[in-house]
């Protein structure tokens, strides 16, 4: 499960398996995490979450941290590297790739959660 972030600056995953071109990082750096912890990005890459109509959406950038709780995927990240908009409402909207994902999300504590 992937968690769309309001607040996050990356995108971060605990599963390496899930980035394809994973690269280590020669020097890994630490990331602040929303409970104020501090853990380190060993890596990145590319990653490709399926959506549930079995098309999947390229998300760049992903690090590697494995200790943390979930994978976040950042709005604004996001949004910004595909040239498209989110919305505070109950439906964020994504064009990416030609194709346009509009997902219904609930939003707990200023993120939107949903599985891919």
């Known amino acids: 499960m992937w968690i769309l972030d309001i607040g996050a600056t990356c995108h971060l995953t605990s599963r390496v398996e899930w980035i394809k071109d994973y690269k280590p990082l020669e020097h890994p750096f630490p990331v602040r995490l929303g409970n104020n912890g501090v853990e380190y990005a060993l890596g990145h890459g590319i990653a490709h979450p399926e959506l549930s109509d079995g098309n999947d959406i390229e998300v760049n950038e992903v690090y590697y941290i494995p ?6 995927i950042s709005i604004h990240k ?26 219904m999300s609930l939003i707990v504590q200023d993120k939107y959660i949903f599985t891919f």
Do not use: G, K, P, Y
């Open 67 to 72: 200790n943390i709780a979930q994978n976040l």
């Open 78 to 103: 996001l949004t910004n590297d595909n040239n498209s908009s989110s919305s505070t409402t109950n439906i964020v909207s994504f064009f990416t790739r030609h194709l346009v994902v509009e997902v």
